[in-house]
């Protein structure tokens, strides 16, 4: 008898698919990490169930059809190494639910943290202004100003597609009167303002680590991982012009990932206070408006 076959439950998928994800050796790091959560969070959506599911259900029997869906998904998963929110269209960050697909990256940052926590001690007033650089879903502008209800942010982006995803999102959390999507390369065609907080997690990913990324990653748009050599193309460009938008006591707050090494080595004189999270993750900066008038 095929071993399919023998599926009934939730509960027999569910043990299946973890053990097949474990012999497929498969990578977590799109919002889950570890192969219990990615499968029953594929399952649940393969049968259009809540996350949040009575463990009762895990004894009830699947149809035909249903069994069909689960497959489906649980394949592409481990045949393609598609990541499970591109699966389902859903990726969680500061605990809101947000559209994405393979146009942008899957919100994955530790940069979530300091907007939960404010941005404190950094930010000593909530700030009137606020861009975030390279916004992609929108996730990071849309959790700002949540945040910071009373601020209008700018939230900006080179690539039409992403900010497509940005609108999606937008709209999904009511925010139109406060969010602005701007197509931009950096600063190049953004208003003249000065921003009390700017905010990025532009790419940064070096030409050597981008060879080795597990093959999760190859399903994310190469743009908005890839940034030269070093993985600094984008991160000295904000560097070099951010002063010009900021406030006199604005902040800069920039996510370097791996590239934080290289960033250090190539501007040793420049005071970055590197950021530490509760939650893990790291490579994040802060520098204070005053302290970029040095870099050129």
């Known amino acids: 008898m095929n071993e399919i076959q023998q599926l009934l439950t939730l509960r027999d998928w569910l043990r299946w698919a973890v053990s097949r994800f474990q012999e497929?050796?498969?990578f977590y790091g799109h919002g889950t990490?570890?192969?219990w959560d990615e499968a029953l969070a594929l399952i649940l959506h393969a049968l259009h169930l809540p996350q949040e599911v009575a463990r009762d259900v895990l004894d009830a029997r699947l149809t035909e059809e249903e069994r069909e869906a689960v497959l489906t998904l649980l394949n592409r998963r481990i045949k393609d190494r598609v990541p499970v929110p591109y699966l389902t269209h859903e990726a969680w960050f500061t605990g809101l639910p947000f559209y994405v697909d393979e146009r942008v990256l899957i919100p994955r940052s530790?940069?979530?943290e300091l907007i939960e926590n404010h941005f404190s001690p950094w930010l000593t007033e909530p700030?009137?202004?606020i861009l975030d650089l390279c916004t992609g879903s929108g996730c990071i502008a849309i959790a700002c100003a949540y945040a910071f209800p009373e601020a209008a942010v700018d939230a900006s982006d080179l690539s039409e597609e992403a900010l497509c995803i940005a609108k999606i999102n937008v709209s999904r959390h009511h925010v139109e009167h406060q969010v602005s999507l701007i197509r931009s390369d950096l600063f190049d065609d953004l208003p003249q303002k000065k921003y009390g907080l700017i905010v990025s997690n532009p790419p940064y990913v070096d030409r050597e680590d981008m060879q080795t990324l597990p093959a999760e990653y190859r399903h994310e748009p190469k743009g908005a991982l890839q940034a030269g050599g070093d993985g600094l193309d984008i991160v000295m460009r904000i560097l070099k012009n951010a002063?010009?938008?900021l406030?006199?006591?604005g902040i800069l707050i920039v996510e370097t990932g791996n590239s934080e090494a290289a960033l250090i080595k190539k501007l040793p004189q420049t005071p970055f206070?590197?950021?530490e999270f509760s939650r893990g993750g790291g490579g994040v900066f802060m520098l204070h408006a005053e302290q970029l008038?040095?870099?050129?």
């Open 293 to 296: 008038t040095e870099i050129a």
């Open 247 to 249: 406030a006199p006591d």
């Open 127 to 129: 700030p009137e202004q």
């Open 33 to 35: 990490d570890n192969a």
């Open 243 to 245: 002063r010009d938008f």
């Open 24 to 26: 497929a050796d498969l």
């Open 273 to 275: 206070t590197w950021l």
């Open 110 to 112: 530790p940069l979530g």
